[in-house]
């Protein structure tokens, strides 16, 4: 073995070290990669098909969860809230982020300034985060947010305890987290716009406005069609804020998909009917993601 | 007029700059702010935006209640083995795919790709079964193998072996040095931005990590300092100043670090894109 290593193999020489080396460095991970993200996508539609409260055997019932799911108000209500949370979240984050990013372009000290400042919130737990939130949005007077807004003669907002205000305010959060680290990518992109093209629209007396839809926007649009993926699915796994400011209430209002997952999981031990909904998850997040390629290739295509 | 235009312009970009850095600060300030109050302070109407005396007792209230350095102790822990454990696994996978020919790359390499799209979201409760169903609940090793290798680490590391130039290993081959050299004294020096950029980014994503450790736990023996943290909030709800001292000790380390590697860390999160 060891002399084989030290030996150069030439062309077509092939030593049983040499063969199974690449196998040897790569198999681990593949391991680590094909039992905890292959195999539990499989496993989990498995589940989906059995009852089991995690004690005694696995039962197995056929479609009785999905049924339940599709019979169950409540489990409309959460896909409901999931998809007004994605499309407040994706919508606001997107557009805020391009408009920062617009207005940060001028590299300045002020506008790296807050660059950087804009970025901090990505890099501090969405736990604390969400605590400090909750804080900042308390209903009473005592809440920072609603007495700020009182001398507007705004308020009092239960902003985590009406039910037609708390799926807005948790992304509210979500836009202070995530609005930074958009507008910097944004800004790379931007970065990249050939000056040349701007010039012809000066010459073309091209007005402000056509020359940011069409030049602009056009130009960074395989960047923001990338964001909105990214951000489509981040909205989907939204998890911290919720367990940490509204637990899903009030009135199920902020219930989304993979809070009521863990709920029906980890706190009812209902294992299958959570399941059910994880493949149903899975199938959103799947859709999204091939139609993405697929949009990829056209736009390549077309090119 | 023009003259007038402009200064009004120059007068709304003051006025918008002044508010981002409000928004953005205000936030953290109210956390220090309210971790230094008293309770008096806290509750108070209307709020006060200084306070005369800082409670420092509020940090050790925040220490006391909940078992703290258990739980940094399993953040660090978790979050040392998960480094470790990428360097042990992530490293000579992505090598491996940079450099060699073998039968059946393209399908595995394919494995890598396809798990790059799975969220840990959707993955995480049959991943408590399995756990469940091994024994292994409550464990360091649940809650840093399935992280010790990453889709998006292995295809970027990759992506980055490719790129070392023909030439120079020709040049080192015929020098007569071996594979190991070569890897040591050639691959890993010109990996190293790479590398750093994807620690830097485990570090941070494992030290703030909550939602596995709180899925994939009964107890409170491996959980990190991210779920201890939340438990001030439900056992300490009325005192709000120890929750935001609390929630200070663990933010503070953090944004220390990103002050000295402001620049990495921007690049390293730009790189992955948003998690």
Known sequence: MERSVRLKPRNGERTGWSMARPYILVLPAIAILAVFYIYPIFYNVYLSFHSWNMRGSMKFIGLQNYLELFKSADFRQIIMNTLVYMLMNVSLTVVLAIALAMFLRKSTLISRFIQTLSFTPNIISLVSISMIWSWLMTADESGLFNYVLSFLGLGPFGWLSDKHLALFSLVLVAIWKSVGLNALIITSSLGSIPDYLYEAARLDNASKSATFFSITLKMISPTLFFLILMNIISSFEVFETINVMTQGGPDNATNTLVFSIYKQGFEYYRIGYASAMAVILMIMIGLITVFYFKALEKNVHYR | ?275
């Open chain 2, 1 to 275: 007029m023009k003259i007038l235009g402009k200064s009004a312009s120059i007068l709304g970009k003051i006025l918008i700059s002044a508010l981002l850095i409000l928004i953005f600060v205000v936030p953290f300030y109210w956390m220090i702010l309210t971790a230094v109050k008293t309770l008096g302070e806290v509750v108070q109407f209307p709020p006060k935006f200084w306070t005369d005396a800082i409670q420092w007792h509020n940090f050790k209230d925040a220490f006391d209640a909940i078992d703290f350095l258990h739980y940094t102790k399993n953040s660090l822990v978790i979050t040392a083995g998960t480094l470790l454990g990428q360097a042990l696994f992530i490293l000579p996978a992505s090598y491996a795919f940079a450099r060699y020919d073998f039968k059946g790359k393209k399908l595995l390499f394919s494995i890598v790709l396809l798990t790059m799209m799975i969220p840990g979201q959707l993955i995480f409760l049959p991943v408590f079964v399995m756990y469940v169903k091994l024994g292994l609940l409550n464990s360091y090793i649940s809650l840093i193998i399935p992280f010790a290798a990453n889709g998006l680490a292995i295809f970027m590391l990759r992506q980055t072996f490719m790129q070392v130039p023909d030439s120079i290993l020709e040049a080192a081959r015929l020098d007569n040095a071996g594979e190991f050299k070569i890897i040591y004294s050639i691959m890993l020096p010109m990996a190293v931005p790479t590398i750093s950029t994807l620690a830097l980014f485990t570090f941070i994503t494992s030290w703030n990590s909550y939602f596995f450790p709180l899925a994939w736990t009964t107890t409170d023996a491996v959980r990190t300092l991210p779920v201890g943290i939340q438990q001030l909030q439900s056992s300490l709800g009325l005192n709000p100043q120890v929750v935001m001292a609390g929630v200070v000790l663990m933010v503070v380390p953090i944004l220390v670090i990103f002050v000295i590697a402001r620049k990495q860390i921007i690049k390293a999160f730009t790189y992955m894109g948003i998690k």
